[in-house]
Structure formats: C-alpha cells, structure tokens
C-alpha cells in the first residue's frame, strides 16, 4: 500500500471515528432533548385536553340546571304528564346544546328520552347520575352512548316553594371527531387525538382518532401496557402509526362512579421534534463526505509532498551504498523532512570526507605492521634487545606471537593470537623499568587501565587487560589493522583540510567518551593514533601515560611524561591536567596534519619548553595557502596557551569543526595541492 492511500485510510478512519462519535453523541442527546421537549408539550397537551372536557361539562351542566328551573317544566313533570315529557326533553336538548336528554320521575322512572320516542319506563336508579341527582346533587361522568363516550351531566328537578325533587333531568353530550378535530386545531395542528373506550377488562377499543384508522390504533393500543397513576393519567407511551413514530400522553375518563369507561391520548410526531437534529446528521454526513472527498486530494498532494524527497533521499542512499556520495538533494525546509534532508547531506559530506581520507590511505598504500627484515633501525634494535619475542614465541603461556608492530620508549608491541580465545590481540611489553616503579604508582597505573577498559567506542581501540608474566609486565589491546596518522604524514605531507576535519572530528568523539569515563589520555599524538583501510580512526594507548611521575622532573632520563612537541603548558609547569589538555595535544597533531609540520620543534626538551612557553605559533595558512579562516581558528583556539581560552571540552573542539567544514569545503575547491611537509623532530616517546 502506498503512502498516499496509508495516509488517506489513516485521515478517513479518525473521520469516520470522529464524524461516527459525533452522530452518536448528537443522536443521543437529540433523541434526549426532543423526548423532553415532547413530553413537556404533551404534558401541557394533556392538560388541555382535561380543561376543554371541562368546560364542556360546567357547560351542559349549567345549562340543564337552568333548564330545569321553569316552572312549567317542573309543573308537568310533578304532575307526571308523560304526554309532554318527550316534547321537553326534545326541547333541553336545543336550549342545552346536548345531544340527547332524558328525563326521570322521584323514583327513576324514565318518562323520556329525547333521540328516542319509544323507550320503555324502565327505572334507572342503577345509574351513579340518576340516582345521585335524586339525591339532590349535580352529578357528571363518562357515559357509552352509541359506541362512542359521551360526557353526561344529571340534575334534580325540584319542584318550586317546597324545594321537594320530582324527578331528575340527564344530558349527554358525545365526544365525537368534531371535538377532536377542535383540539388538533386548538394546538395549531401539532397533535392529534385519539379517545377510546375500555370494556369490563380495561381492554381499549378506539372510538375516534385524527390519525390512522381506529383499528389500528386499537391494534397498538392494545399491545401496551398501560399504568395510570394516582391521578389517572397516562404517562409517556410511543406508537407508531404507519411509517411515523407518535409519542403520547393521556387520561381515562372516569363515570360517574369513578369507574374507568375510557380515555383519550394526545400524540405528537417524534419525527417531526426530531427533524432539526437529522437534519443536523444528514449535513454532518454531508460535511464528514466532504471531509472524505478534501481528504483524499489532501493525501496525495501531502503525501506526494512526503514522497518526493523521501525518494529523492532513497535515491541517493541507493547511490551511497554503491559508493557514489555527490548527490545533490533538493533544498531542505524547516519540517522534519527537512531535518532528514540535512542531516543526510550532513552524512553524504562525512562519507565524501571519509572517501578522501580512504582514497588517501589507499593512495600510498603501506602495511601498519613490519617484519623484523623490512624494519627501521630503531625498531630493529627495539625487537632484538634482551627479552624480546620473537615471531613464533608463546608469552605468557597463552600468547603466540605473531610479529613486531612497534617500539618505543615504554616498551615493544607485538600482534598476537590468544590461544584460548582464538582472537588476535596486540600485546604492549613494557620496558623492565616498569617493574621498578613504587607501589602505589603501579596501583595508580592499574586504576586508570581499570578505567580505560570501561571505554568503548568505534574511535578508541579496546583495552583489554593488564597482567605480569616472569617479571615482564604488558597490556593487550584491540588489534587494529591500519597505519599510524604519523606514518601518514610522513609519507603525504600536508593534508587536505577536508581529511583533517574528518580525523579531528574522528578524535574528538574519541576523547569525548574517555573524559566522560573519568580517562585524561594525556599523550595524544600520531604516532597513537591509527586510521583504518575504511578511513575510521581509532586512538590507542589511554591509561599508558598515568606512569609520568611529576616529581621526578620532565628531564630525567628515561622517565615517560608524554610527548613534549604534543604536550599542554600546563604539562610542561607540573600543574594538574584535565581535558583541556587533551584538547591541546588534538589542537597540535590538527596542526601537523594541515601543515605537515610540528607547531613547535627544538633539539632538547628545554628549548622546546621555552618556545611553547614564550613564542607565537605560526598561522598554519602562512605555511600552506588556501586553509579557511574557521578552521585555522579553530586550530590555534585549541592551542591556546592559556586553557581557559581553549575549547573547554572536546565537544565543544568537535563543534567547532563542525562549524568550519561548511566553509572549508567552499576552500577545499579552490585550493592548491597540499606540499609535502618538512622533516619533523621524533622528540616523542612511543
């Protein structure tokens, strides 16, 4: 899968989850708010509902009281003219605005009803409303009448002066579609009414409805499950009536026992209370699509952002593999694809620089490590002195020597296989003066090789241990094939800044990691220091210099203090060393790699101290043209005289490097060939 598509799936999932959350979140609130809106508006509906049968009732009641108070009603109705109970009850009906009235004697007798001229007298006593107004009271409750319920209002008939009841006169109104329809437009047609009528076993039937079809209602009705409370009221109840969800409150309607004979509902649409918020949903689909569409392009343009230089920067590491480091990477912005730009062209130019140090050492290709035929003078009576190893020999019952590396002033180095772990090491003999050091200087000695042997790095070559066999004592180190930057220098002369930046920036890593470990190398010079065939430089020998003794003086013979051309003044004064003085041996062997010479050189120590104690080191451009001015700056910064005008650490010499090779590869191009360097004084001691 492409990036572009990564990053489009990537963009449309947190869309998706977010515009998904936020319906849900939208719904559920919706669905909360619109449901209390709707049982707010019901509520109010409800009560409405109640208000309007009551006022229909205090209307046909106080009609029928007012009726009955004629005197030639209630005449003929004492005297029980029958004949003319009809035509009466014909007559409350339009002056009660009823629909049907029936009239009864003192005892319940019907004498009347209006919508039917046949009734029977049957005695009607059974009835709450009858018997209650023969008991002298306004009685009122839910009648059935003719399959639909009807409001009913009964009153005495008392007969005048002697207040005596002679009968009692009942009016009935139906509540029909023509008061539903006035509810539904009474709430500007925002709800509709459904009244229905419950048999002996509250099962519902509906009676009149404004929506659906009473057999459907009835239908729905029926399947729920209905809980008044105390007040008779019905609470939150949700139907839904063809393709649209209703949801309702309501009442029963009780007779004039209490018994419940039927009730009403009023519905509002939960659609349409929840119309605004899908609309909300519908243009957030609309929005989050949108979103989808813009993102998609945005993918592609951003990814093909992304990837273009990411392939360019793939090219160019395909390139480098095959060991082609002069690619030209685009122009690099602030973001992190920039950050990656930089630093890869930051490592093509540590490559190319590495190249030239490799292409340098392979130049004049020489083997590090000599034969006892093909040796110098010095190192030749070195390998044939009393107690040295010849090729072949086993040392310390554990080490077969392999060849002469070297010698100097502390000992011989030999290449060696460990028998036991089968590895090649070099092994440093020191020389039998060793053995003659106090106690607590060979203590000390052994501290700081403890400490050598915690550093480990890619610049620094391993130590590995410290031990005495008859006598003799040594150290194995890491082998490392190579040469000496000294040999180098010998053999090239001056070399090119370019490859001086990278063995200074190679060294000063070095030293980094020792100073961090507590380890002050304090003889930093090229004759310790080895580049191999891959151009990496490693450093040999930290701990070795800890043997100087600086109560014996700088002078006395055969005493190792370092090596006086690489050494700080405050080295030379007795005083304690610190990191700054390795900064100053970097700074002189950085000089010598540039110049090809020492920056200062004499034919005893005496008169080498008074040179760097009182002279002027020459500018290195004075001596080979075309160095930049950062570089040489920073050269003579860590040859300062005075350590505190020094780089205080060796990070901060590396930095300063760093800061110089921008400008030094502008030089690089326009400077001539590096002369080959003058003959250089081996004051040092190996």
Known sequence: MSLSWKIFLGTAVVIAVVLGA???????????????????????????????????????????????????????????????????????????????????????????????ASAPPDTLTRSALISGALEGDAVSGIVESRG??????????????????????????????????????????????????????????????????PNELTQLLRSREWKPDSAGRLGHVELPVGAEQFVGQGGLLLSASGTPYGGFLALRSADAALAPFRALRTTLLATGGAAMVLAFFVSFVGARTVTRPVKSLAGAARRAAEGDYLTELPSAGKDEIGTLTTAFRALLADLREKQELVDLL???????????????????????????????????????????????????????????????????????????????????????????????????VRTHDIG???????????????????????????????????????????????????????????QNIVLGPDGVLKVMDFGIARLAKRSEGVTQAGMVVGTPEYMAPEQFLGDDVDPRADVYSAGAVLYECLTGQLPFTADSPIVLITKVLDEDIVPPSQIVPGISPALEATVLAALSRSRDERPATAEALFNLLVAAEEEDRVVIASAPTPVRGNAVIEAGRA
């Open 148 to 213: 639909a319920l009807a409001q009913a209002v009964a009153v005495p008939v008392r007969e005048g002066g002697t207040g005596r009841i002679v009968g009692s006169l009942m009016a009935v109104r139906t509540i029909d579609s023509v008061f539903a329809q006035r509810i539904v437009r009474q709430t500007g047609g925002n709800v509709q009414l459904v009244v229905f009528i419950l048999d002996e076993n509250l099962v519902p039937a509906v009676s009149v409805t404004t929506i659906g079809t």
């Open 468 to 526: 005495e066999s008859d006598g003799t004592y040594y150290i194995t180190m890491e082998y490392v094939e190579g040469r000496s930057l000294k040999d180098l220098i010998r053999q090239r002369g001056a070399l090119k800044p370019s490859a001086v930046i990278t063995i200074g920036k190679q060294l000063c890593r070095a030293l980094e990691v020792a100073h961090e470990a507590g380890v002050i190398h304090r003889d930093i010079k090229p």
């Open 362 to 460: 392979q130049a004049d290709e020489a083997r590090r490590t000599v034969q006892l035929d093909a040796m110098s003078g010095t190192l030749r009576m070195a390998a044939l002195q009393p107690g040295a190893l010849a090729p072949g020999a086993r040392f310390a019952r554990r080490y077969e020597v392999k060849e002469v590396l070297g010698a100097g002033g502390m000992g011989t180095v030999y290449k060696a296989v460990d028998a036991e772990l089968g590895e090649v090491v070099a092994i440093k003999t020191l020389k039998a003066d060793f053995a003659q050091q106090d106690q607590s200087a060979l203590e000390r000695f052994r501290s700081e090789i403890r400490l050598a042997r915690k550093i480990s790095h890619r610049n620094v």
């Open 22 to 116: 936020t319906i849900a979140v939208t719904d559920r609130a919706a669905n909360k708010a619109s449901m209390a809106a709707l049982d707010d508006a019901l509520a109010a509906t409800r009560a409405q509902v109640e208000a309007v049968l009551d006022a229909r009732r205090s209307s046909l009641q106080g009609g029928a009281a007012s009726f009955v108070q004629g005197s030639g009603f209630v005449s003929s109705l004492s005297q029980k003219k029958t004949e003319n109970a009809f035509d009466q009850a014909t007559e409350a009906v339009t002056i009660i605005r009823a629909d049907w009235v029936q009239l009864t004697d003192e005892f319940g007798v019907r004498l009347a009803r209006s919508d039917s």
